[in-house]
């Protein structure tokens, strides 16, 4: 009897145990709690564009960042923030044209235009939304990345909770021309002819890419280190009298 009771109490404890790690296995999945973690490519504008998440709670808000740049993904520095943001949020990135993964899964032959980065800014949020089941997101556009953060805001506004804009472009016609206006005081102080030269004989504003490339040329030279006129002409494009050039 004492031998039946004992394969009972180990019966009746094994059994136990299994509930309990069913338990706790299916009970996050089933409040939502499950792990959000996204590196994937995803065809946006008729190519392949990285996108990625993370978040510890499917359930949470969705939030997407926009880099800057254009041309300057965010992955490089976004643990620095992203660490804090995921106890709270699902947090999207994603490379744009040219940029980061995107630009090493095959390069865009074609033109840029800024139209063109609206209408991926729409399908990328598109497909948030869509994959975590969500209504709205938190949108954060940093630098270049606010001002596609402020078209789809101005155009969207039912589909985010809030708009964040850090050192957002807001004329960047007027930035261009503090800029040079800067690099020209900062070569006289080295007397750099050169660049005193290319910069005070560029017209302002600039009507081509040739002159935003003389202009990055010696901010890079005198500030950081060279850069290159291999890519210039194609990634370029023109924002209109207003805002003026950009280049990748």
């Known amino acids: ?21 069913c338990f706790i296995w299916v009970l996050p999945k089933a409040m939502g709690q499950s792990k959000v973690t996204l590196h ?9 564009q990285w996108v990625g998440a993370v978040g510890k709670d499917q359930g949470w808000p969705l939030l997407l960042f926009l880099h800057g740049g254009p ?9 620095k923030f992203i660490k804090y943001l995921q106890d709270d949020f699902i947090v999207a990135q994603w490379d744009q044209r040219e940029t980061g993964i995107t630009a090493h899964w095959g390069p865009y032959q074609d033109s840029l235009t800024l139209d ?29 990345g606010g001002l596609l953060g402020f078209n789809y805001a101005q155009k969207h506004p039912e589909n985010i909770h809030a708009y964040v804009a850090v050192s957002s472009m807001v004329h960047n016609k007027a930035s261009e021309l503090l800029t040079r206006d800067w690099l020209i005081e900062r070569a ?7 660049a005193l030269e290319a910069l005070e004989t560029t017209i302002f ?44």
Request: hydrophobic share 35%; proline share 2%.
């Open 116 to 144: 063109l980065f609206y209408q991926d800014t729409e399908e990328v949020i598109a497909y948030l939304l869509n994959k975590y089941s969500k209504n709205k997101l938190y949108l954060v556009g940093f630098s270049w």
């Open 205 to 248: 504003p600039y009507q081509s890419w040739e002159g935003l490339y003389q202009q990055r040329k010696w901010m890079h030279q005198l500030l950081l280190q060279g850069t290159s006129k291999k890519e210039y002409p194609k990634n370029c494009f023109n924002l209109g009298q207003k805002n003026g050039w950009l280049c990748i």
């Open 71 to 79: 041309g300057f993904s965010s992955r490089n520095y976004s643990k």
């Open 188 to 194: 006289q102080s080295e007397n750099n002819r050169e």
């Open 40 to 48: 994937t490519a995803v065809e946006i504008g008729g190519i392949q």
């Open 1 to 21: 009897m004492k031998v039946f009771l004992d394969k009972l109490f180990l019966a009746a404890q094994y059994t136990c145990l299994v509930f309990l790690l």
